[in-house]
Every structure is written in structure tokens, then in C-alpha cells.
């Protein structure tokens, strides 16, 4: 079974820090993602990765930056943490080409405080 | 970009009922999943269904591509069943991101 996990459930930070969230998958998939999920908003794609160190934006990447130095680990950091940005996050991962399935990683929610 | 609807919107359900949870989408599509999303904020695969049919224990799943909707039954439902059920779709001839509609919130009761 395909495995996402994220560094952390639960997170909380004060406005202006600094903020890294970690997701690793374990089945050697090309593409990984980063969303975030808001009542009423659904889910929303901030950033995803098709190959290590490459990156694209995604609907709402303002305030967010990512790396991807290996396959398996795919980060999303909040450069200047602002209270708009607490949400839920959720990473994702998928193989490459037109089919195949989207894992996702049991979410980080972070509060802004 | 690609619309996808997702009816109804709200279904509570008392235990052992069954019921059917539509997605409509506006494109072709090359991919569509069915997640579920428990109250603990985890998505959960439960179909990658672009066409056809398939089954798995008391959930089942059929798409019309054709006809660009999906449908997602759910028989004899159970309490664990709850959660948020969200179709997603992407855009036949690309390679890009999933497409997400609004889900289904589902409540199943005692």
C-alpha cells in the first residue's frame, strides 16, 4: 500500500514565523502535491511537483514557497506565517502519465495565531 | 477549466439505508476518483473509476463517460460511513491536477 505520511497532525505558530511542513511517500511516485482544505472553500492545490526540484504553481501559491530536493519528500513552507493561513493541509502523491490513483497523507492543521 | 458538481450536497441517513451520490462533470476526463473523507480529516481512495463499473464490499461505483457523470452507491449504510465523499476528475489529454467538486456530506444515524 501506496504510504503519505506529514511531519506533523496538529501545529501551531504565531504570525510572522516561519513554517515547514514535511510529506514523504514510500512508493517512488513522480508527481506530489500540496493542498489546502477551508470550510466552504473545498480543496484547493497551493503547489505540485512532477520531478525533484521542479515545481508548479498551483491555484493559490501567494504566501507559499516548496522544495523538492528528493523524490520522496516534497515540502511546503509559509515563508511569514500569516492568521489566514490556518487551514487544513493535505499532501498528496501520484505516478506519472494520464491514469493513475492520488494518495493523500492524513493532513496537518495548523493554527496561525 | 473543467466544472465538477456534486449532488446532494447534505444526505442524512438512518443505519442500513442505501443511497447514491452523483458527480457531474463538465469535460472529458481521463481520470476520476472517488475519495472519502473521514472526521478526522484523512481522504481516503475508495475508486479510480474513468469508465465502467466497480465494487468493493458494499460501496460501488459506475461512470458514464459519454454521458460525464459518475455515480457512488452505498448499500446497507453504517455509522462509520460519515464523512465528507468528494468525486475528482481530471481533464482527458493533460497530465495535470485533479479537479475537485464540493463533496457530499453524509451522516449516517443510529
Known amino acids: 500500500d501506496v504510504k503519505v505520511t506529514q511531519s506533523s497532525r496538529y501545529l501551531v505558530k504565531r504570525t510572522g514565523e516561519k513554517v515547514f511542513l514535511e510529506c514523504v511517500q514510500d512508493?517512488?511516485?513522480?508527481?506530489m502535491f500540496w493542498y489546502r482544505q477551508d470550510p466552504g472553500l473545498g480543496l484547493r492545490l497551493i503547489y505540485f511537483?512532477?520531478?525533484?526540484?521542479?515545481?508548479e504553481k498551483g491555484d493559490i501559491p501567494e504566501g507559499y514557497s516548496v522544495s523538492r530536493e528528493k523524490k520522496e519528500r516534497f515540502s511546503l513552507i509559509l515563508e511569514s506565517a500569516s492568521t489566514n493561513q490556518t487551514s487544513m493541509y493535505l499532501c498528496?502523491?501520484?505516478?506519472?502519465?494520464?491514469?493513475?490513483?492520488?494518495?493523500f497523507g492524513p493532513g496537518t492543521r495548523l493554527t496561525v495565531l | 477549466g473543467i466544472q465538477v458538481e456534486q449532488s446532494p450536497p447534505d444526505l442524512i441517513l438512518q443505519e442500513g439505508a442505501n443511497s447514491t451520490l452523483r458527480c457531474n462533470f463538465s469535460?472529458?476526463?481521463?481520470?476520476l476518483q472517488w475519495f472519502h473523507q473521514n472526521p478526522w480529516g484523512q481522504l481516503i481512495n475508495l475508486f479510480y473509476?474513468?469508465?465502467g463499473t466497480k465494487q468493493n464490499g458494499r460501496l460501488s461505483a459506475t461512470t458514464v463517460a459519454t454521458e460525464r457523470y459518475s455515480l457512488l452507491y452505498i448499500s446497507s449504510s453504517q455509522t462509520t460511513d460519515s464523512g465528507v465523499y468528494f468525486c475528482?476528475?481530471?481533464?482527458?489529454?493533460?497530465?495535470?491536477?485533479?479537479?475537485f467538486g464540493t463533496g457530499t456530506r453524509l451522516q449516517v444515524t443510529l
Open positions: 498528496a502523491s501520484r505516478s506519472s502519465g494520464t491514469s493513475g490513483t492520488q494518495f
Open positions: 512508493m517512488d511516485h513522480e508527481n
Open positions: 511537483s512532477y520531478d525533484v526540484k521542479m515545481k
Open positions: 469535460d472529458s476526463v481521463n481520470n
Open positions: 473509476i474513468p469508465s
Open positions: 475528482a476528475v481530471r481533464l482527458a489529454g493533460t497530465a495535470s491536477k485533479l479537479t
